[in-house]
T-cell receptor, first 111, second 114 residues
Framework: DAKTTQPNSMESNEEEPVHLPCNHS???????IHWYRQLPSQGPEYVIH???SNVNNRMASLAIAEDRKSSTLILHRATLRDAAVYYC????????????FGKGTKLSVKP | DVKVTQSSRYLVKRTGEKVFLECVQD?????MFWYRQDPGLGLRLIYF???????EKGDIPEGYSVSREKKERFSLILESASTNQTSMYLC?????????????FGQGTRLTVV
């Protein structure tokens, strides 16, 4: 399985944008890039995913490099409720691909 | 609005007991998963199932088995619980066949084996 590399931790100030990087240099052409986050004492929750083009939803934006070897999750205005561990995951396209979690990035948000 | 329900939030069992962790989803998903989460080790896949009565081993299946008799229910079984199985267990379900969408996780079961 292709691996991802993320910083262990990041800090942000409330109301400011946050850019969470992820490297996935061994990504294959059929791997989708998924982001999940896990708030304290909860199960992971889906944030966003994409294949080649940048994606936006109500939670975040996903910017994917042209060579697809890296991506960035963008939280446009961090709130205290965004403090969580963020996981960047590659999932093989198709019906039976798994979600293999790495260590993720622990995001702290300061008021 | 609950989509993935795990039968217990907290569970305490004795060494050697047979333990059943139940997970039910209401989204008609084919794929269901069991993970365990430990400090410093992250989420690790134990077993998954992509159809009724089908199962596949994940990264750490030793000491566990699973059952998927109905599409909506995926059970994790600890045949003889041991203290090193004390952990947070997370169930997930996801993506209709052929679609690469999101997975949904339950709230987790914190199991303590004493």
């Amino acid at each position: 399985d292709a691996k991802t590399t993320q910083p262990n931790s990041m800090e942000s100030n409330e109301e400011e944008p946050v850019h969470l990087p992820c490297n996935h240099s061994t990504i294959s052409g059929t791997d989708y890039i998924h982001w999940y986050r896990q708030l304290p004492s909860q199960g992971p929750e889906y944030v966003i995913h994409g294949l080649t083009s940048n994606v936006n939803n109500r939670m975040a934006s996903l910017a994917i490099a042209e060579d697809r070897k890296s991506s960035t999750l963008i939280l446009h205005r961090a709130t205290l409720r965004d403090a969580a561990v963020y996981y960047c995951i590659l999932r093989h396209g198709g019906s039976q691909g798994n979600l293999i979690f790495g260590k993720g990035t622990k995001l702290s948000v300061k008021p | 609005d609950v989509k993935v329900t795990q039968s217990s939030r907290y569970l305490v069992k004795r060494t050697g007991e047979k333990v059943f962790l139940e997970c039910v989803q209401d989204m008609d998903h084919e794929n269901m998963f069991w993970y365990r989460q430990d400090p410093g080790l992250g989420l690790r896949l134990i077993y998954f199932s992509y159809d009724v009565k089908m199962k596949e081993k994940g990264d750490i299946p030793e000491g566990y088995s699973v059952s998927r008799e109905k599409k909506e229910r995926f059970s994790l079984i600890l045949e003889s619980a041991s203290t090193n199985q004390t952990s947070m267990y997370l169930c997930a379900s996801g993506w209709p066949t052929g679609m690469n969408t999101e997975a949904f996780f339950g709230q987790g079961t914190r199991l303590t084996v004493v």
